[in-house]
C-alpha cells in the first residue's frame, strides 16, 4: 500500500510510504496492515492511501510471456542495429524470444494487481 507522506523517500520521488504487510481488518475507515515479522498490525486512515495492490501469487505462463515478449523485442533492437537486413532482425527477436519465455517459465516472478476502492 502507498499512502501519503510529509518526506520524500528518494530523490525527485513522490511524497509517499510504502507499506508491505498482509491485510488483517477494514474498520470503518482504518485499514490495519501486519507487516511481515511484526508484532502488532500497523493502523493506516483509508483517506490517506494512495494506491493499494495485492499478490496474485506466480503464474509461470504469464511469466514466460512477458519476459519472453520483453527478450523478443530487445534482442530484435539489437539485431536490427547490427546490421541493415531485417531477417536478422527478425532471428534475433525470434531467438529472444524463445530464451525469454525459458527463463519466464523456470524462474517466474509475483503478479500484482491493484485493488479498487
Do not use: C, H, K
Request: aromatic share 8%.
Amino acid at each position: 500500500m502507498t499512502r501519503a507522506d510529509s518526506l520524500r523517500q528518494l530523490p525527485l520521488a513522490p511524497r509517499t510510504t510504502q507499506i508491505v504487510g498482509q491485510l488483517v481488518l477494514v474498520s470503518g475507515d482504518t485499514v490495519f496492515i501486519m507487516p511481515p515479522g511484526g508484532v502488532m498490525p500497523v493502523a493506516v486512515l483509508q483517506s490517506a492511501l494512495r494506491t493499494a495492490d495485492q499478490s496474485r501469487g506466480y503464474s509461470r505462463v504469464r511469466s514466460a510471456l512477458r519476459q519472453g515478449f520483453a527478450a523478443g523485442v530487445l534482442w530484435a533492437l539489437m539485431g536490427y542495429s547490427d546490421a541493415a537486413n531485417g531477417s536478422r532482425a527478425f532471428a534475433w527477436g525470434g531467438a529472444g524470444l524463445g530464451l525469454g519465455m525459458i527463463v519466464g517459465a523456470v524462474r517466474p516472478y509475483e503478479q500484482w494487481e491493484r485493488v479498487r476502492r
